[in-house]
């Protein structure tokens, strides 16, 4: 097989337990995990359409293996899969029999698709908690497609994760702000659920995520604070296309 597409790793962080500023604590953040995201530098379309088996094949027999040996026993490996991904049956052998579950999460993905699919696909991430894989629900907060409650809903969720959209209109309007410590309340509701908030690119972002009651957060941030060091490991190169 064909090397795929390259990919590369961005760290999700929680908060300074002593609530200091990235700026002023010795160790910023705690490393929840990571999440394989396609591409270099962007997300490339898939070429052809379904050429997203192959990549998954390699990630989850491969890449993900050696990333999941190499990290801190507490640190997870966070992937994107879609309600067509899941019920694909390649798909879900890769996920439902892979050995380091404990050690996976899978993020459910925001897709419009016809609600047979969605209702089959909710019954899978349902089972993956069940056998011990963590699931994020992606794209909360976009206002189109899949409600991201909607999916919370149907299986429960060990995450949920903010669109960075709701993070830049709360940067101005109190009205985003407020829809931003909502989503974080509905998340603490749901024993054991985390909210990230995605998006965070400045100083002034951290403090907005963590204000609004973020348990955790991701962005270029970490990168410009010299967080990603230790994943530069993994970023693989290759071509950013499919």
Same mark, same amino acid.
């Given at each position: 097989?064909?090397?795929?597409?390259?990919?590369?790793?961005?760290?999700?962080?929680?908060?300074?337990?002593?609530?200091?500023?990235?700026?002023?604590?010795?160790?910023?953040?705690?490393?929840?995990?990571?999440?394989?995201?396609?591409?270099?530098?962007?997300?490339?379309?898939?070429?052809?359409?379904?050429?997203?088996?192959?990549?998954?094949?390699?990630?989850?027999?491969?890449?993900?293996?050696?990333?999941?040996?190499?990290?801190?026993?507490?640190?997870?490996?966070?992937?994107?899969?879609?309600?067509?991904?899941?019920?694909?049956?390649?798909?879900?052998?890769?996920?439902?029999?892979?050995?380091?579950?404990?050690?996976?999460?899978?993020?459910?993905?925001?897709?419009?698709?016809?609600?047979?699919?969605?209702?089959?696909?909710?019954?899978?991430?349902?089972?993956?908690?069940?056998?011990?894989?963590?699931?994020?629900?992606?794209?909360?907060?976009?206002?189109?497609?899949?409600?991201?409650?909607?999916?919370?809903?149907?299986?429960?969720?060990?995450?949920? /994760?903010?669109?960075?959209?709701?993070?830049?209109?709360?940067?101005?309007? /109190?009205?985003?702000?407020?829809?931003?410590?909502?989503?974080?309340?509905?998340?603490?509701?749901?024993?054991?659920?985390?909210?990230?908030?995605?998006?965070?690119?400045?100083?002034?972002?951290?403090?907005?995520?963590?204000?609004?009651?973020?348990?955790?957060?991701?962005?270029?941030?970490?990168?410009?604070?010299?967080?990603?060091?230790?994943?530069?490991?993994?970023? /693989?190169?290759?071509?950013?296309?499919?």
């Amino acid at each position: 097989m064909s090397e795929p597409s390259a990919f590369r790793a961005e760290p999700i962080l929680s908060f300074a337990l002593d609530g200091s500023s990235p700026e002023q604590a010795t160790v910023p953040t705690t490393v929840l995990g990571y999440e394989i995201l396609r591409g270099r530098r962007r997300c490339p379309i898939w070429r052809p359409a379904r050429n997203w088996r192959a990549w998954y094949l390699a990630m989850m027999t491969r890449h993900i293996p050696e990333m999941v040996r190499a990290l801190p026993s507490g640190q997870r490996i966070f992937i994107n899969l879609s309600s067509a991904q899941i019920l694909d049956p390649t798909i879900q052998a890769l996920v439902t029999a892979c050995p380091y579950a404990d050690r996976l999460v899978v993020e459910w993905i925001e897709t419009p698709v016809h609600r047979r699919t969605l209702m089959a696909a909710a019954r899978l991430f349902g089972h993956l908690r069940e056998v011990g894989v963590q699931v994020a629900i992606d794209d909360v907060g976009t206002g189109h497609g899949q409600d991201g409650f909607g999916r919370l809903s149907l299986t429960g969720a060990d995450y949920l /994760k903010v669109d960075g959209r709701v993070l830049i209109r709360a940067r101005r309007h /109190k009205a985003a702000r407020a829809t931003l410590r909502a989503l974080a309340a509905a998340a603490h509701d749901a024993p054991g659920t985390l909210l990230v908030v995605e998006w965070v690119e400045t100083i002034a972002d951290w403090h907005l995520a963590r204000d609004c009651g973020a348990d955790a957060w991701q962005g270029f941030l970490s990168r410009d604070l010299g967080l990603n060091c230790s994943i530069n490991g993994f970023t /693989k190169g290759g071509t950013d296309e499919a």
